[in-house]
């Protein structure tokens, strides 16, 4: 038994132990559990590195999806284009949001939205694209800004998998209307709980998504009821609570230095793969011409996806199925009454995948653990 671990916390944190051990203990000691000076603080670092104008901290990728998709004004009866190989939250929060998710087909080699089933699914009632970038291979934004352009709809980025990924060499984050991400333990950048993020080039629509995360209300505001205890309540809009937490922040602040480091690793152990893996028979994950991938997951593909999966597992080597089945034969969505063959690419493609280990909680070592128990498996 080997014993290869898919994600490993305790070992990410003593990589980087004494710089988040002193961010806690500076909250802890601050007494400023919210409305404090590390979210803003974030939001800037986190936006500089992006190369963004403007970054909404708030708490969870999912809640970045919805409280973008409430700031652009969607609604009840608008139709929001997506793709359902996804996580749930792709499409949990067009719900949220009161509209419909009307999924499209993938590009078989990308995985991603198929830009001319987008073009085939656009109605009066369409309002907004919600791609996504998935396993951190960019969809195709500049046809898919252009196909929004034409149509005049919003484009809201489910970049959750695709922190540090870039097209044409420029970062994702400033192409969509909005570009979202998550800060789940697994993801590029992981908090110690649960975080995500909005950047836009927009400030007023960065000043309405802060607004919605924190009760309806100003920023300032805010702030200051809670520093000088001056002002009252002054409610604008219909809010939620969905902040990032200012101790999330600052463990986000504490990591954030490390974070090209890791995609770095993180590309290094793909080529590795894509070298060791290579004549298996088996669909290695392909990047597009002009893309640079950032492998939050590194996926392949087989027809005996199952018994891969359990012979790997006998030796020690765990595997995912992120994410299958699809949305659209997920039970959630029984009422929309899709079923298989609605979207053939798709569920070929959730019917074949197979998630293998990859990230800095790995080392190369592991990686080629890993390696030579597929070669083994599929001999
Ligand atoms: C992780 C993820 C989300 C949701 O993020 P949370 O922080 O878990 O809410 C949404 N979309 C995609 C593609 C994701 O990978």
Redesign the pocket.
Known sequence: MTGVSFYNHPRLYQRDKAAIDAAIARVIASGRFDWGDEVPAFEEEFAAWNGASHAVAVA????A?KIALLALGIGPGDEIITVAN??I??SSSIHHAGATPIWVDINPVSRNMDVEALGAAITPRTRAILP?D?YGHPANMIAIMAVAEEHGLKVVE?A??ALGATIGGVKLGTLAHATCF???PS?HLGSFG???AVLTEDAELAERMRKISAYGQERSRHYAMHGAGMGGLHHETHGLNERLAEMQAAILRAKLPHLDGTIAERRAQARRYAEGLAGLGLDLPQTLLGYEHSWRNYVIESDDRLGLAERLRSMGIPTNLTYAPPLHLQPVFADRAMGRGDLPVTERFCDRLLGLPIGPQLSMDEIDLVIAAVRKAVA
């Open positions: 969870s990728g999912t809640a999806l996804t996580d939250g792709s996504v998935l489910d959750c998998l998550s800060f789940a993801k649960s975080g995500g």
